[in-house]
């Protein structure tokens, strides 16, 4: 079936620096999320991505929606500790009623 | 504005009984999906409800998975009997619509363990 693949699995960082992760797919997609999921509570959205291409910030958040339309990026700057908690990408194949299928996640710790 | 709501927050049984969990969508949001999210894992659509209407239960285990949704704003999950494996959190989410675009609202979700 469809899956999506991310990188790293999980990572520790220093407070401060910036964070880059990824998300890959074998098919293509029209349509990339990020959110993210603290312990103990449901995901939010962080950002949405709806063309090849796009590059859309939220405060210290950066995604990008890859022209192969097969990936995305997520970038984090400035790492502050309550960026702590797994980043889920997701995405939706075909229209805006596709199912939204999540990657596995990449766990964030960040080191005071 | 109140976010999805979802009771219990933790359920422990012993396999072979039932359980039942239940949503509360935000207030106006005509699609409400449920979801199984195992240990180490991404979310994964069990079924989706249009208003009262299932239009994809395609991921859900029918033979003791089951959900309802009648008039169309909370919804009702039950597994019955559970097995060991049914041990996850279950997480049920809310959108606008279907073309919301992928945005969805999610509750805090439901953790069962099955002793």
């Known amino acids: 079936g469809q899956q999506l693949n991310q990188s790293p699995q999980s990572m520790f960082i220093q407070e401060g620096e910036d964070v880059s992760m990824n998300c890959t797919s074998s098919?293509?997609?029209?349509?990339w999320l990020w959110y993210k999921q603290d312990p103990g509570e449901g995901p939010v959205l962080l950002i949405a991505?709806?063309?090849?291409?796009e590059l859309t910030s939220n405060g210290r958040l950066t995604a990008q929606f890859g022209i192969t339309r097969k990936d995305s990026f997520l970038n984090i700057s400035a790492s502050i500790p309550s960026d702590v908690g797994i980043y889920f990408c997701?995405?939706?194949?075909?229209?805006?009623?596709?199912?939204?299928?999540f990657g596995p996640g990449t766990s964030l710790s960040v080191i005071p | 504005e109140a976010g999805v709501v979802q009771s219990p927050r933790y359920k422990i049984i012993e396999k072979k009984q039932p359980v039942a969990f239940w949503c509360n969508p935000i207030?106006?949001?005509?699609?409400l999906y449920w979801y199984l999210q195992n240990l180490g894992q991404g979310p994964e659509l069990l079924i989706r409800?249009?208003?009262?209407?299932?239009?994809?239960d395609s991921q859900l285990p029918k033979d003791r998975f089951s959900a309802e949704r009648l008039k169309g704003v909370d919804s009702t999950l039950k597994i019955q009997p559970a097995e060991l494996g049914d041990s996850a959190v279950y997480l049920c989410?809310?959108?606008?619509?279907?073309?919301?675009?992928?945005?969805?609202?999610f509750g805090p979700g439901t953790r069962l363990t099955v002793l």
């Open positions: 098919s293509i997609f029209n349509t």
């Open positions: 207030s106006g949001h005509n699609t």
């Open positions: 989410a809310s959108s606008p619509g279907l073309a919301s675009r992928g945005e969805q609202f």
């Open positions: 997701a995405g939706q194949r075909k229209t805006s009623y596709d199912k939204v299928i």
């Open positions: 991505l709806y063309k090849a291409g």
């Open positions: 409800y249009e208003n009262e209407e299932a239009v994809d």
